[in-house]
């Protein structure tokens, strides 16, 4: 694929007690959505918003080769698409997706864009009379309607809930399919859903960045593993006959085998049960360490668990580097 954006930014934001900075060196193939991954206050809205122009930077931001840093954020050829929706609200749902296609030739019809999204039935209505999944529809529509060269995309599922979440994800996944995208979010379940590769954020900075199931299976960091869902142990402190390197280790819920009958597998005792939408998320104890696994039934206090020997994945330097980007 082509380079379609790179950017190489950095700011500092100062108010009465805090001074914040963020720095990234990241680019984005055409086609591709780049998922910046973090928790709250690790800098990832404040990085799209340096993209967008919605602050000053010192560094170089370029779409398709063109510079765009002297540019303002309505001449950069970026979509947004926002957590809080930003609709008109005097102007109806059709005149929401209308509203910048009359300064681009070559727009998408709002009303092809509305059926796309499930949602032409809503082209009359009054955006103050939306739920949150049909707002965020709308505000997708709105953006894609004048074909932007790029989308930058800022916790649009956050605010909604969980089944509209889920409904939305999987339209997203369609939806930026052949886009370029910057999608920004805390949340894994989506980051692995959307993202073609991701750059994990700690402090303002890249921990991580590579391909989707790169990220999620071989992680850089002790950080990087823990947020995006791994164990991380010390192989010393786990039964031999698990056949685990004697270092710092990551290992992923779904490579946790609870009731294992095979000859690796060895003794584990319940610690924890939380049920999540579509399987338990359980923590056992085995041996010194603990290892959380998905079950799909309540599994017994005492029970056993099996590992792959090759999905433990040893962090360099003993799980305490911080990986660049």
């Not at 000053?56 to 050829?77: H, M, N, Q, W």
């Not at 004697?246 to 009731?259: C, D, F, I, K, Q």
Request: net charge negative; aromatic share 6%.
């Amino acid at each position: 694929m082509d380079l379609m954006l790179r950017f190489d930014v950095s700011a500092d934001f100062r108010d009465d007690a805090t001074t914040f900075d963020v720095a990234a060196d990241l680019s984005v193939d055409d086609g591709e959505t780049l998922c910046l991954l973090g928790p709250s206050g690790s800098g990832k809205t404040l990085l799209l918003r340096l993209l967008a122009g919605f602050h000053d930077y010192d560094g170089t931001v370029t779409l398709e080769g063109r510079a765009l840093d002297d540019s303002p954020p309505e001449d950069r050829g970026f979509g947004f698409v926002f957590q809080q929706y930003a609709l008109f609200s005097h102007l109806s749902v059709r005149e929401n997706v209308a509203f910048g296609t009359k300064y681009h030739d070559d727009a998408r019809d709002p009303d092809a864009l509305l059926a796309r999204l499930g949602v032409a039935d809503l082209a009359e209505r009054s955006p103050e009379t939306l739920s949150g999944g049909e707002a965020q529809r709308v505000a997708l529509a709105r953006a894609l309607a004048v074909r932007p060269d790029a989308f930058l995309l800022d916790e649009p599922l956050s605010a909604l809930d969980a089944p509209t979440r889920e409904r939305l994800r999987a339209d997203l996944v369609d939806v930026l399919a052949d886009e370029t995208a910057v999608y920004v979010t805390h949340d894994r379940t989506t980051a692995r859903a959307v993202a073609d590769r991701i750059a994990v954020l700690r402090d303002g900075r890249v921990a991580q960045v590579g391909p989707t199931d790169e990220v999620f299976e071989r992680p850089a960091t002790r950080f990087v593993a823990e947020f995006t869902g791994a164990s991380v142990v010390d192989g010393r402190d786990l039964p031999a006959s698990l056949d685990a390197p004697a270092s710092t280790l990551a290992v992923r819920p779904e490579h946790v085998h609870v009731g294992a009958d095979t000859p690796d597998s060895v003794p584990a005792r319940l610690i924890r049960t939380v049920r999540e939408p579509a399987a338990y998320r359980v923590t056992l104890a085995v041996g010194d360490a603990s290892l959380v696994a998905y079950t799909q039934t309540q599994p017994a206090t005492e029970t056993t668990v099996g590992v792959p020997p090759e999905r433990w994945h040893a962090l360099p330097n003993d799980g305490e580097r911080d990986g660049g980007g």
